[in-house]
Nanobody, 129 residues
Framework: VQLVESGGGSVEAGGSLTLSCVAS????????LGWLRQAPGKDREGVAA???????IYTDSARGRFTITRDNAKNTLYLQIHSAKLEDTAMYIC?????????????????????????WGQGTQVTVS
C-alpha cells in the first residue's frame, strides 16, 4: 500500500491550496480515503473522507471550506482548502481506512476517527500565515 502526498506549502489566511495524494490501485478502489491533520502539540484529527462510491464526510471545521474529491483515472485523491485559517496550519496526511459496513443493508460509510485508518502517507505540511 502506497500513499504519496504533495501540494503542501505556505498560504496566506483567506487563500486556497490543493493537496494531492496518489494511491496504489488496490487501495484506491477498496478503501475509504481520507485526509487527517496534526498540528504541533495536538492530537491527529480527521478532516475529510470519501468512500468508494464518492460519498463524502467532513469534520465541522472543514465543512464548507474544504472539498475532498477523487480522480479515478489517476488513482488520486485531492483536498481543496479554501478560505484558509491560521488554525488550519498542520501536517496533512493522506490515509486509507476500512469502510464501515452497515449490517444487513449492503451499504457502508467512512469514519473520520484516526483509529479507523490502516495505511498512512508521510504527510505534507500546510502553513497558513
Amino acid at each position: 500500500v502506497q500513499l504519496v502526498e504533495s501540494g503542501g506549502g505556505s498560504v496566506e489566511a483567506g487563500g486556497s491550496l490543493t493537496l494531492s495524494c496518489v494511491a496504489s490501485e488496490y487501495t484506491y478502489s477498496s478503501y475509504c480515503l481520507g485526509w487527517l491533520r496534526q498540528a504541533p502539540g495536538k492530537d491527529r484529527e480527521g478532516v475529510a473522507a470519501i468512500n468508494t462510491d464518492g460519498t463524502t464526510i467532513y469534520t465541522d471545521s472543514a465543512r464548507g471550506r474544504f472539498t475532498i474529491t477523487r480522480d479515478n483515472a489517476k488513482n488520486t485523491l485531492y483536498l481543496q482548502i479554501h478560505s484558509a485559517k491560521l488554525e488550519d496550519t498542520a501536517m496533512y496526511i493522506c490515509a486509507a481506512g476500512r469502510r464501515q459496513v452497515v449490517a444487513g443493508t449492503g451499504t457502508s460509510y467512512c469514519s473520520l476517527k484516526p483509529y479507523d485508518f490502516d495505511y498512512w502517507g508521510q504527510g505534507t505540511q500546510v502553513t497558513v500565515s
